[in-house]
T-cell receptor, first 111, second 114 residues
Framework: GDSVTQMEGPVTLSEEAFLTINCTYTATGYPSLFWYVQYPGEGLQLLLKATKADDKGSNKGFEATYRKETTSFHLEKGSVQVSDSAVYFCARRGNDYKLSFGAGTTVTVRA | KAGVTQTPRYLIKTRGQQVTLSCSPISGHRSVSWYQQTPGQGLQFLFEYFSETQRNKGNFPGRFSGRQFSNSRSEMNVSTLELGDSALYLC?????????????FGSGTQLSVL
């Protein structure tokens, strides 16, 4: 079935470090791709999305590019802050509207 | 606009019991989906309802069921609870007219089965 494979965590970084979280997806059909974030004690919220090949989603300094040739949607941020500490989920949704999530990556940023 | 509301926030049950969780979507949203979140399995899709009809279903046993009412509110029921059902159950809503729409998530119901 449709699935998403995401880099295992946890990831611990220092402030201002570069963050990359790898994500690959099954290429059945033409899925939309998402990154959701779950801050401590809060529900999931959309961080960014991309709907077709070569689209770049961006928000709060985070970016991810929809790469059809490598079936990837890696999340990047050039300079992380303590407030970026959260669990990050990569997700795909095809035309059946079913949203499949990756396992989640816990990111901790130290001051 | 009020967000997605899930009740109750916490539940403690014992094995063999059944439980009903409630989700009120954002006004105007017709799709409600449910997810189970556990440390070991991550986020697993349970099912999705759209205009009172189950449109998608995940790979969970028949003990897990749901329904959606005409006002789009949804309930999820788990019968004959097992220890492994302990999890955070998340509900999400959207208008669901396009596959690239974002989902709005509630804060979840934390279920503990003793």
């Amino acid at each position: 079935g449709d699935s998403v494979t995401q880099m295992e965590g946890p990831v611990t970084l220092s402030e201002e470090a570069f963050l990359t979280i790898n994500c690959t997806y099954t290429a059945t059909g033409y899925p939309s791709l998402f990154w959701y974030v779950q801050y401590p004690g809060e529900g999931l919220q959309l961080l960014l999305k991309a709907t077709k090949a070569d689209d770049k989603g961006s928000n709060k300094g985070f970016e991810a590019t929809y790469r059809k040739e490598t079936t990837s949607f890696h999340l990047e941020k050039g300079s992380v802050q303590v407030s970026d500490s959260a669990v990050y989920f990569c997700a795909r949704r095809g035309n059946d509207y079913k949203l499949s999530f990756g396992a989640g990556t816990t990111v901790t940023v130290r001051a | 606009k009020a967000g997605v509301t899930q009740t109750p926030r916490y539940l403690i049950k014992t094995r063999g019991q059944q439980v009903t969780l409630s989700c009120s979507p954002i006004s105007g949203h017709r799709s409600v989906s449910w997810y189970q979140q556990t440390p070991g399995q991550g986020l697993q899709f349970l099912f999705e309802y759209f205009s009172e009809t189950q449109r998608n279903k995940g790979n969970f046993p028949g003990r897990f069921s749901g329904r959606q009412f005409s006002n789009s509110r949804s309930e999820m029921n788990v019968s004959t609870l097992e220890l492994g059902d302990s999890a955070l159950y998340l509900c999400a809503s959207s208008q669901q007219t396009r596959s690239d729409e974002k989902l709005f998530f509630g804060s979840g119901t934390q279920l503990s089965v003793l």
